[in-house]
């Protein structure tokens, strides 16, 4: 049961954050054919060759995206996925391709995530999620239950589950910070990285905005425009390219709930179970992981991820936090390329960061920020509020 | 925007009816005795539709909690900071909600809590907030017992007063018809020498660059009639909420423009206020204004819209 490990990531494409976009806005679409030729030149791969896409829900197309997608970019598809799982999208694009390939239904799948604006239509038209993430749509239940009372938008569910975690393991505000500057220690060493060149301590942290007890300003990622994208190839056809293949080796996914609320127990993230299945499903041990690309929207979900993919003990997350370097230059590397705490939140595209976060360093492609002999990586994803997660593990041999 | 409130569907009414009485009904599997909630048409531990209503005396503990210090949502700004909380039922089930009638340094996750039934604005619907059971934290209790000073509460600028003005819309006022000439004025004016607004011979006529449609507007008056800061003191239509700080800063304008302005064309223009929300930073809070702009001509077509970002503080 499982992946054999015989599809890979085999080339990327990472659009340069930006807080204004530069560039005049593109349509979902328009931005899914960028990525994509772009994801293509960096594999070495012809247009023609694509057989596979995932993707996560086209603004222009509520309805018919890949088909949409397929038409737009003229691409014949044997296997057309649409991924709707938040920050876990991307990693379960990336296991979802692995598993077409294996299976045969495709040979070449690109997955891209835009995260860029969109052109305003002429008429303007109320906001689609005027809620965020929870949906104020007749009948649903955040809308009934849970909007009303104020529980919107991401910061207070993971502050509940700060909280929580507080009230039962203690709560080292340090140790916290300590997560958002070591990846920004990485991104000093990556120029793309939205914060590049402004260092961070831990006391900076700390005396951050308090926005929602006890999350400081500086441990949530910033919103920005970008996008990213991936190519998988199966075993023959990666073979037969110039960059190291980065072969899917094994994957966890596991959901439960939508609002923290509901959740059966706050403390135990989805990401134990999908991590112990990835880890066991690729037959490898913690120790062979030479670094790690854990989602990181606030520096709580790097901690529980942490002690819930087995790196530590229930509850010693802030110990095993204050003991180890994360940067890039440490004897922890997690996400070496600045996290998305420093490089910026690309919206759905965030996820793939991480993704080509560990692709790169597996490459031997991270220049300054190069872990030595990098060939095993775990990656996670997260989406909602700790509540849709997945887990990758992606080897150069 | 309007505050959300709770829509019911069939499947929930008879809760939300209940709430409304003040008294907090949750179902349970009559196949497997789970008790849940929110409401459903079937049980979450194990499907069955066969579901009891039954009451409640809605106690229980604080499960986790947070204190937002900025708005989970502009709509919600009135209930900074917002102790948002998760409860845990005596029978079972977590809820959303949050806590009322105590102090934030009080708070402790495990603290017994008593339901508060609290009748919405629109007069109709009840939600379920939560205080605490132990009546000496109350804060009601400690303001009539007078033994600790209760701290005062951060005053927020977005009063109910100006909140009212969120959708309102000001007088439509006409300006004076737009000629060839001024138009010209204009665009010696701001050096746009584009032959589009200049060139008599252009095919259609001349028309006005982007950025006049509020010229028409504008009313001369002699020098002595001018304010301080030399603008003219012209405000018909003008519709702003009364907020209580000090200054006023201009935030930003941005315009859309619908169709072609001529010599001839009489616009109408007419403010509504679009949103009002506050911000929290360490020199104090600010209010921000978004006021927008509907140009029409006099076919009552739609010729720009622009938005006013006015900041208060």
């Known amino acids: ?397 | 925007m309007k505050k959300p409130v709770p829509v019911p569907t069939p499947a929930t009414r008879p809760f939300w009816n209940a709430l409304a009485e003040g008294k907090l009904r949750l179902q349970q599997c009559r196949a497997c005795s789970t008790v849940f909630y929110y409401p459903r048409t079937c049980c979450p531990a194990c499907l069955s539709p066969e579901l009891d209503w039954r009451e409640v005396a809605g106690t229980g503990t604080l499960y986790t909690y947070t204190i937002a210090r900025r708005p989970t949502h502009p709509l919600f700004a009135d209930e900074v900071p917002q102790r948002l909380a998760v409860v845990e039922l005596d029978e079972g089930p977590k809820l959303t909600s949050t806590l009322v009638n105590l102090r934030d340094e009080d708070i402790r996750i495990g603290m017994r809590l008593a339901p508060v039934f609290e009748k919405q604005a629109d007069g109709r619907t009840m939600l379920l907030r939560f205080q605490p059971a132990d009546e000496s934290l109350r804060s009601d209790a400690r303001a009539e017992g007078g033994a600790r000073q209760a701290p005062l509460p951060e005053v927020s600028a977005l009063t109910p007063e100006v909140l009212a003005y969120v959708g309102r819309t000001g007088e439509a006022v006409t300006g004076y018809p737009v000629t060839a000439e001024e138009i010209r004025r204009y665009c010696y004016a701001v050096d746009d020498l584009d032959p589009r607004w200049l060139d008599l011979a252009t095919p259609g006529g001349v028309s006005a660059p982007p950025m006049f449609v509020s010229i028409p507007f504008d009313i001369d008056r002699p020098l002595h009639e001018l304010s301080e800061d030399g603008t003219a003191l012209e405000h018909r239509g003008v519709i702003f909420p009364p907020v209580t700080l000090k200054r006023k800063l201009f935030g930003g304008l941005e315009i859309e423009w619908f169709r072609e302005l001529r010599p001839g064309d009489v616009l109408t223009r007419q403010y509504r206020v679009l949103d009002i929300v506050e911000r929290r930073g360490a020199s104090g809070p600010s209010v921000f204004v978004r006021i927008e702009g509907t140009y029409c001509n006099q076919h009552g077509e739609k010729v720009a819209v622009e938005v006013n970002t006015i900041i208060c503080r």
């Open chain 1, 1 to 397: 049961m499982g992946l054999r490990g015989e599809a890979a990531v085999v080339g990327y494409v990472e659009l340069k954050p930006e807080k204004k976009p530069s560039g005049p806005p593109l349509t979902s679409i328009e931005q899914w054919a960028q990525l994509t030729r772009l994801a293509l030149a960096d594999a070495g791969i012809d247009k023609r060759e694509v057989d596979g896409i995932v993707t996560s829900s086209i603004a222009e197309s509520g309805m018919f995206g890949p088909a949409t997608l397929a038409e737009y970019m003229g691409l014949e598809l044997g296997f057309a996925e649409s991924i709707d799982l938040g920050g876990a999208s991307a990693a379960g694009a990336v296991w979802r391709a692995a598993a077409a390939i294996e299976l045969g239904a495709a040979d070449v799948v690109v997955c891209a995530f835009p995260g860029g604006p969109l052109p305003s239509p002429p008429e303007p038209k109320p906001h689609p999620f005027p809620f965020g993430a929870s949906s104020a749509e007749y009948g649903s239940p955040q809308a009934e239950f849970d909007i009303p009372y104020g529980n919107v938008a991401q910061n207070c569910g993971y502050a509940q589950i700060a909280n929580r975690y507080a009230s039962r393991y203690g709560y080292d505000p340090r140790a916290l910070a300590k997560i958002a500057v070591d990846q920004r220690t990485s991104a000093c060493g990556n120029p793309d990285a939205l914060f590049h060149g402004k260092p961070i301590t831990i006391e900076d942290v700390l005396a951050s905005p308090m926005i929602s007890d006890p999350i400081h300003m500086l441990e949530i990622v910033m919103p920005v425009a970008g996008g990213a994208a991936v190519v998988l190839a199966g075993r023959e056809r990666a073979g037969r390219l110039r960059k190291r293949p980065v072969w899917v080796r094994g994957f966890g996914e596991r959901l439960a709930f939508k609002t923290p609320t509901y959740a059966a127990d706050l403390l135990r993230t989805p990401i134990a179970e999908a991590a112990r299945r990835a880890i066991a499903m690729a037959g490898v041990r913690h120790d062979d992981l030479d670094m790690v690309s854990i989602y990181d929207c606030y520096t709580i979900t790097v901690l529980m991820t942490l002690e819930d993919a087995g790196f530590c003990a229930k509850g010693e997350g802030a110990r095993f936090v204050l003991e180890h370097d994360l940067s890039c230059r440490g004897d922890f590397p997690c996400n070496t390329w600045g996290g998305q705490l420093s490089f910026g939140q690309t919206g759905m595209a965030g996820g793939m960061h991480h993704v080509i976060d560990a692709t790169r360093q597996i490459m031997g492609r991270a220049g300054a920020n190069q872990v030595r002999a990098c060939d095993t990586a775990l990656v996670t994803g997260n989406g909602g509020i700790m509540s849709e997660q997945a887990v990758l593990i992606l080897q150069g041999a």
